[in-house]
């Protein structure tokens, strides 16, 4: 099956540092990945979508200096979450798709950021 | 964009009881829709997922049926148990997934 592998699962950082968060698909190559936000007890929000070699599209609202999203190869796609606040504090996931619309995603495990 | 809506926000069954969540889309172009069930920290789960060209899909004690007219989806779990309880999001999708607001099903022993 495909897996798509996210790191790391927890971190927790200072205010005003910047954190780096990794999603690789291992078994497949992922034409576009997602990221999504998460809050307590709140649904999966989209923040952007990043198709590899190309500029992330960004959902309105999402600073697109802040969350730094690179797609630089079918397999690994990063955010970067830039000079971190306490409300940045959230559970950040990442999924890939292997073709185009109307296919199924494949999760990352997520990663729980607070900042501190 | 597209805008999934989903109810109940939370439901409650006795287990063997049924589960019902419904959900609604707004873009007509969306032609993929799955649902996924999520437990807490975890990664969502796919179960099942229905493309647009299908009215209804069921696998073992899970269905899904789509109305594109109307543009709305539901999921069916038949016969609950209590490891039925989670999470349970749907999702619409053209290029970008939008997700429901999700429904926390919770199954009685």
């Known amino acids: 099956g495909a897996v798509v592998s996210q790191h790391p699962s927890r971190v927790i950082c200072k205010s005003g540092t910047s954190v780096k968060i990794e999603c690789r698909s291992l078994?497949?190559?992922?034409?576009?990945m997602f990221w999504y936000r998460q809050f307590p007890k709140q649904s999966l929000m989209l923040m952007a979508t990043s198709n590899e070699g190309s500029k992330a599209t960004y959902e309105q609202g999402v600073e697109k200096d802040k969350f730094l999203i690179n797609h630089a190869s079918l397999t690994l796609s990063t955010l970067t979450v830039t000079s971190a606040h306490p409300e940045d504090s959230s559970f950040y996931i990442c999924?890939?798709?292997?073709?185009?619309?109307?296919?199924?995603?494949?999760f990352g495990s997520g990663t729980q950021l607070s900042v501190l | 964009g597209e805008n999934v809506e989903q109810h109940p926000s939370t439901l409650s069954v006795q287990e063997g009881d049924s589960a019902v969540i419904k959900c609604t889309y707004s873009d007509s172009a969306s032609n993929y829709f799955p649902w996924y069930k999520q437990e807490l920290g975890k990664r969502p789960q796919l179960i099942i997922d229905i493309r647009s060209n299908v009215g209804e899909k069921k696998d073992q004690r899970i269905a899904v049926t789509l109305n594109k007219t109307a543009k709305h989806f539901s999921l069916h779990i038949t016969e609950t148990q209590p490891e039925d309880s989670a999470v349970y999001f749907c999702?619409?999708?053209?290029?970008?997934?939008?997700f429901g607001a999700g429904t926390r099903l919770t199954v009685k022993p």
């Open positions: 078994d497949f190559q992922a034409t576009t």
């Open positions: 999924s890939a798709r292997r073709g185009t619309g109307g296919e199924k995603l494949f």
């Open positions: 999702a619409a999708s053209d290029n970008d997934m939008r």
